[in-house]
């Protein structure tokens, strides 16, 4: 079985430029999460879509950023104008739907690294 | 709000001796606990979870961890660490579907 994956795996962009970010989540996953770390500190909650809808978007930064799950399977993640201080890595998760409690897990992706210059 | 200290940014530790990585979280409700480790240029991969049930949780490669309520910390630790062993771990606690991650400890095993 596939695992989460991302693209790209780095990007390097100039700042006011735009950046867009795709993760693959596992199949069957219906829950799909974007989280941030910045310059080696915590690993922080962007959002979370269940299926197309979003569910918690309150990590969003800034309305710079723009994420869509259309479908309900792969998710973008877009940064338009990019800062500087947007850079770090971008992770991706995926969880099973939550009927079963004692089998909660986010798998994650390997992430993306995104440069600001 | 919740929040995941690690005490330790950077642990280390010679082979086969042993560790203990510290977490701390805070939190109002019940939660679930988790530990997740990172090599080099790879993504976030589970080593083991708190959900309920008996504190003394064990994962893969040896790992285990204690969930204790009143403390409120769920260290990691192992027995005997490998050179395999080196990557960064990270504390999250979870809290209605929102991953808290603490700032990750980094594991540098030596020979």
């Known amino acids: 079985e596939a695992g989460v994956t991302q693209f790209p795996s780095h990007s390097v962009i100039e700042k006011g430029q735009t950046v867009t970010l795709r993760c693959d989540p596992i199949?069957?996953?219906?829950?799909l999460y974007w989280y941030r770390r910045v310059m080696g500190k915590e690993i922080k909650f962007l959002l979370h879509?269940?299926?197309?809808?979003?569910?918690?978007e309150s990590g969003m930064p800034n309305n710079r950023f723009l994420a869509e799950r259309t479908g309900g399977t792969y998710s973008t993640l877009k940064v338009q104008p990019a800062e500087l201080e947007d850079s770090g890595v971008y992770f991706c998760?995926?969880?099973?739907?939550?009927?079963?409690?004692?089998?909660?897990?986010?798998?994650f992706g390997p992430g993306t690294r995104l440069t600001v210059l | 709000a919740q929040s995941v200290t690690q005490l330790d940014s950077q642990v280390p530790v010679f082979e086969e001796a042993p560790v203990e990585l510290r977490c701390n979280y805070s939190s109002s409700v019940s939660v679930y606990l988790f530990w997740y480790v990172q090599y080099p240029n790879q993504g976030l991969q589970l080593l083991l979870k708190y959900l309920s049930g008996s504190t003394l949780v064990k994962g893969i490669n040896g790992f285990e961890a204690e969930f204790n309520k009143s403390q409120t910390s769920f260290h990691l630790r192992k027995p005997s660490v490998h050179i395999s062993d080196t990557a960064e771990y990270f504390c999250?606690?979870?809290?209605?579907?929102?991953?808290?991650f603490g700032s990750g400890t980094k594991l540098n095993v030596k020979p």
């Open positions: 879509f269940v299926k197309e809808s979003k569910q918690d």
């Open positions: 998760a995926s969880s099973q739907p939550l009927a079963d409690r004692r089998a909660y897990e986010q798998f």
């Open positions: 199949s069957g996953h219906d829950n």
């Open positions: 999250a606690v979870d809290n209605f579907n929102k991953f808290y």
